[in-house]
């Protein structure tokens, strides 16, 4: 059995829902899913330039599971890059 996952702190707002190769259906595409919390931290770590130490303490989340997560991320987006799949993003409520 495994862990509950521990609540996670989001901010970013996604502005769309899917990424694809452009003149092909989506519909005729393999799809991956980005998490919301793996684009948060493709999000903190890549745009914003933090550090996985100050990215991590701003999720609420350890340094270890930040790096897990932007991993994971990191090789979803160059798979979809790579191999002309749709990358599915996430949409996370904007509480504004």
Not at 11 to 31: A, D, H, R
Not at 47 to 70: E, H, N, P
Not at 75 to 88: C, E, H, R
Request: proline share 5%; net charge positive.
């Amino acid at each position: 059995m495994s862990r509950p996952k521990k609540c996670r702190h989001l901010s970013c707002c996604v502005p769309y829902s899917l990424f694809k190769p452009n003149g092909i259906p989506s519909t005729q595409l393999e799809k991956i899913q980005l998490e919301a919390d793996e684009f948060e931290a493709l999000n903190l770590g890549d745009v914003q330039k933090m550090s996985q130490l100050d990215a991590a303490a701003l999720m609420g989340i350890s340094r270890q599971t930040f790096g897990y997560l932007l991993a994971s991320a990191r090789k979803k987006v160059a798979t979809a890059v790579t191999q002309g799949q749709a990358l599915l993003l996430p949409q996370i409520a904007n509480k504004d």
